[in-house]
């Protein structure tokens, strides 16, 4: 069993900047590949970004790309979503998720074993 812990959300105006932190328990972290999910009111659950064992592949959602960016600290078992130029669109819950026994990002969220409990990004216009 993996714990994940989300923290950063809030409150920000159009054109702000948030970053997202995941922290894992166990000593498995640099095993998993890490991604990072939201939701919206009324939507589904959706893509946003994953990062590889090392870090070294990411791959991110056309809706984010350029604006979003995904990275990991193995050593703090903590992956990382810095959200910058936001737009109200980008208002929904935000959850990390582990991919346990794979290196290859995925974009399906039932790829993904466990979830955190989600921390809420709200942007205003």
Do not use: H
Not at 28 to 36: D, E, I, L
Not at 45 to 63: H, K, M, N, P, Q
Not at 81 to 109: F, H, I, M
Request: glycine letters at 12%.
């Amino acid at each position: 069993q993996v714990q994940l812990v989300e923290s950063g959300g809030g409150l920000v105006q159009a054109g702000g900047s948030l970053r997202l932190s995941c922290a894992a328990s166990g000593r498995a972290f640099s095993t998993y590949v890490m991604g990072w999910f939201r939701q919206a009111p009324g939507k589904e659950r959706e893509f946003v970004a994953a990062i590889s064992l090392s870090g070294g592949i990411t791959d991110y959602a056309d809706s984010v790309k350029g604006r979003f960016t995904i990275s990991r600290d193995n050593a703090k078992n903590t992956v990382y979503l810095q959200l910058n130029s936001l737009k109200p669109e980008d208002t929904a819950v935000y959850y990390c998720a582990v991919l346990r026994g794979g290196w290859l990002t995925r974009r399906a969220w039932s790829a993904y074993n466990y979830w955190g409990q989600g921390t809420q990004v709200t942007v205003s216009s």
